[in-house]
C-alpha cells in the first residue's frame, strides 16, 4: 500500500533539488501528481523543465524557490510560499548537501560551512515546517538524508562524516520525539543512500543511478521503515551490515577508532 503521505494532490518540498538524489525526488513525486516545492541555492530552470515535462498538470503544479537551507529566514520563506501554493505539506525531504575541502585540523571555514548546510540545513527543515505538518493532522512524512559516511566513518571528509553522523543522531531523536507527540502523524526517517552517481558526473559500473536510490525509498517508506539504508552494485545490505556491526564494534571490544582502516585489524575485518 502506498503510504497516505505520498498521493496524488499532496505537496512535497525537496532541497538540494537541482540536481541528483533532490532532483530524481521531484521526478518522482511530479510524476505521482504530487505538487512539487524545488529549493536550491543553485539555478532552478533546467531543473524544473526537467520535472515539469514529466508532471501530468505541467507547470502548473511546480514551485520553484531559490533558498539556502542554512538560513531559518529562507527556510521560514519556503514553508510560506509552499502553503500559499498548497495548503498543506505531505513530504519534506531535507536533501541539500555542500561537500568542501577539510582535514580535522584544518579549513576552519569549510566546516562551519558544512556544518551549517549538512545539519544546520536539515534543523532548520525540520524547524520550519514540523509544527505546521503536526497541526495539519493527518499522515505526513520527514525525510532526512543522512550517509553511511556518518555511520561508518571512513577516513578522509572528517567535516562531511561528523555533520551526517549528527544528522543520524539529530533524526532519531526527531522520529521519537515525533512518536511521543500527542496528536502527530508525521514521522521521520533516514534516507542513507549508497554510492551514487548524481550532477553531471558520468555513470560508472558499481554505483547507482538517484532514480534507484528513489526507488529504494518509496519501498521503503511504504513499510514504515526508519532507517532507509540503500545498496549499490558494489555493496550489498549484507556487507553495510557488517560494516555498520564493525564499527559499533570498535567502541565494545577496545579496538582503536577506525579500525576497518587499521594495519593491525585490516585482514580480521576482511574475513
Ligand atoms: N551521491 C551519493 O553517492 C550520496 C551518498 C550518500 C549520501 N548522499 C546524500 O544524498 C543527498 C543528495 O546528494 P546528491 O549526490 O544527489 O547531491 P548533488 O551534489 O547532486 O546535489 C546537491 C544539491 O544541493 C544543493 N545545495 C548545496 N548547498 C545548498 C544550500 N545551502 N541550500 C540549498 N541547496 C543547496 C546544490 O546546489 C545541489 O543542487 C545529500 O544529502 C548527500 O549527502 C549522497
Redesign the pocket.
Known sequence: MTHPALSAGRGAIV??????????LCKRFAAMSMKVCM????LLDKAVEAVAEIAPGGRDNILACH????SLD?MLGLRDAALNSFGEIGVLAN?????LENTTWENHDNWRRTF???LI?VVNGVQAFATQMIGQGFPSIIVN?????GITNPPKNPA?NAA?AAVKSYTESLQHELRNTAGSQVTAHL?????????TAKHVPG?WL?EQ?VDYMMAALDRDDFYIICPDDETTSEMDRKRILWAAGDIVENRPPLSRWYPDFASSFEE
Open positions: 532541497t538540494g533539488a537541482a540536481s541528483g538524489i533532490g532532483l530524481a529549493a536550491d541555492v543553485a533558498t539556502d537551507v542554512s529562507d536533501n541539500a548537501v555542500t561537500r551549517d548546510v549538512n540545513g538524508t543522512g550517509s553511511k559516511q562531511y551526517k534516507l542513507v543512500p549508497g554510492w551514487t552517481i548524481t550532477g554505483a538517484p536510490v
